[in-house]
């Protein structure tokens, strides 16, 4: 946070060059500037219960079939983390940004707050490849099914306790007040980037009155922006954490609207990523259905049946009997529910298998869509990927939001029209992408026929990816 003189020198610089009269979204944005010290207290409330929801499950018996999240706080702090928290969040990241991240989030304060106070090495090397955020992700999701996270708190404090610990260590490690963890290795950083684009508010920087104001030799100071974005030349609002430390800032910042199709036709194209191109066609599109809906698949349940049968065949009986310590498989006789070698390893070979079919024919469908613009390339094909955004969000909310479903279910309220409410967001989804698809491709061809063709090898993407939720809430 910036010391009060220059916070003020800030201000006047703005002043200066004229700075047009504020609208709500400016003076909103200017209120999260003057109340960082408030911003702070209030993530430190939130750091607060969210320990206290985590640790507290971790110590305290199993609740037992007759427990209600209204009467037993393991199953209250279930429903809290995986059937509030983390669908809500995802909403929220794409109606407003990354506010949570900016605001709220216990990792983003601990890990700030670790950096303020730790030894603010150099950020190495290794640290900033662009693939981390991608492979924690999909390694996280798996690893969260293979011990049923969502289920039991013990896995649940072994999994965000630990990534919290590793958030903390790596601030002490590196970088002076800055959320260094956040930037590059979150395992859910490189999500929330991607649902950021899409929301209709952002920090807009406006590029010729910050020009004039280095013309003009003013000097306002700096701006402390944690998550190390390039504040002069911030365009997409993926990497910005809405905190509002740097509105104003040469009085060329500011909190603003947006059309929610702005960034992915008309700045995507021009920062092309593979990172995020494999996190939707691979990650969201592939890891997450496999994950959400192994349990239930009956290829899933064929696959094992016939690797069983395998074994069976040769005497190898092991795998079938011998199960594993509940933080590596799930392991509750108590609840009877156990996995065992056999389970662990068609759960792995199932969800991986889900990613990389459909990421494969998600990438080729997206690369007949590439050709039929014109001639082949690669950053029109990373474009086509972004539009894909809106679907592969509004499919990772829906499995998310299925464990609210079933935890309000187990308590006796049944929520009404949730099948409806999951078909009509699931075709607004598609029919977004579909419009955003459209709209890039006359980016690239002016030729009608050229743009169909490639909307038709889209509309196939968006039936596979479709298919993928219906066989899971449907079927």
Not at 354 to 363: C, D, K, R, Y
Request: glycine content about 10%.
């Amino acid at each position: 946070m910036l010391p009060r003189h220059e916070a003020d020198n800030r201000r006047t610089t703005g002043v200066f060059l004229a700075q047009p009269q504020s609208d709500v979204w400016q003076r909103i944005g200017d209120w999260l500037f003057r109340h960082q010290k408030q911003i702070g207290w209030v993530q430190w409330s939130v750091v607060g219960v969210y320990l206290m929801l985590l640790v507290l499950p971790a110590v305290l018996p199993l609740p037992d079939n007759s427990a209600h999240l209204w009467d037993d706080f393991t199953r209250f702090a279930q429903f809290v983390f995986w059937g509030v928290w983390w669908p809500f969040v995802l909403l929220a990241t794409a109606l407003v940004g990354r506010v949570w991240c900016g605001l709220l989030c216990p990792e983003g304060a601990i890990s700030e707050f670790s950096s303020r106070h730790g030894r603010g090495g150099a950020i190495p090397r290794w640290i900033k490849w662009g693939g981390w955020p991608t492979v924690a992700f999909a390694s996280t999701t798996l690893y969260g099914q293979m011990v049923s996270v969502y289920q039991y708190p013990k896995p649940a404090l072994l999994v965000l306790g630990g990534s919290t610990i590793a958030a903390a260590a790596i601030g002490y490690l590196y970088g002076k007040e800055k959320r260094v963890w956040c930037r590059y290795l979150c395992p859910v950083g490189a999500v929330f980037g991607l649902l950021a684009k899409l929301a209709p508010l952002h920090f807009r920087v406006d590029a010729d009155r910050w020009r004039r104001s280095q013309l003009a030799g003013l000097q306002p100071g700096a701006v402390n922006c944690a998550p190390l974005v390039p504040l002069k030349t911030m365009r997409s609002a993926s990497d910005c954490h809405m905190c509002g430390r740097c509105s104003g800032f040469r009085g060329a910042i500011r909190l603003a609207r947006r059309s929610p199709a702005h960034e992915i036709v008309h700045v995507a194209g021009d920062q092309p990523k593979l990172w995020e191109t494999v996190l939707i066609v691979f990650g969201l599109m592939g890891v997450a259905v496999g994950a959400f809906h192994w349990s239930s698949s009956p290829w899933f349940n064929g696959a094992k049946q016939s690797a069983a049968e395998w074994l069976v065949e040769r005497g190898v009986l092991w795998p079938l009997e011998i199960s594993a310590p509940w933080w590596v498989l799930t392991n509750y006789p108590e609840r009877s529910d156990v996995l065992t070698l056999l389970d662990g390893a068609v759960l792995i070979f199932y969800v991986l298998a889900v990613a990389f079919a459909v990421g494969i024919v998600v990438l080729l469908l997206l690369a007949l869509a590439t050709l039929g613009l014109g001639r082949w390339h690669a950053a029109r094909l990373h474009h086509l990927a972004q539009t894909l955004i809106p679907l592969a969000a509004a499919g990772v909310f829906l499995g998310l939001s299925a464990m609210s479903v079933t935890q309000l279910r187990m308590d006796g309220i049944d929520v009404p029209w949730v099948g409806e409410m999951r078909a009509a967001m699931l075709l607004l989804a598609s029919v977004w992408s579909g419009t955003l698809c459209w709209r890039v491709t006359g980016l690239y061809s002016a030729t009608t026929i050229r743009r169909l063709l490639a909307l038709l090898s889209f509309g196939l993407v968006l039936a596979i990816a479709d298919a993928g939720w219906f066989l899971f809430f449907w079927s």
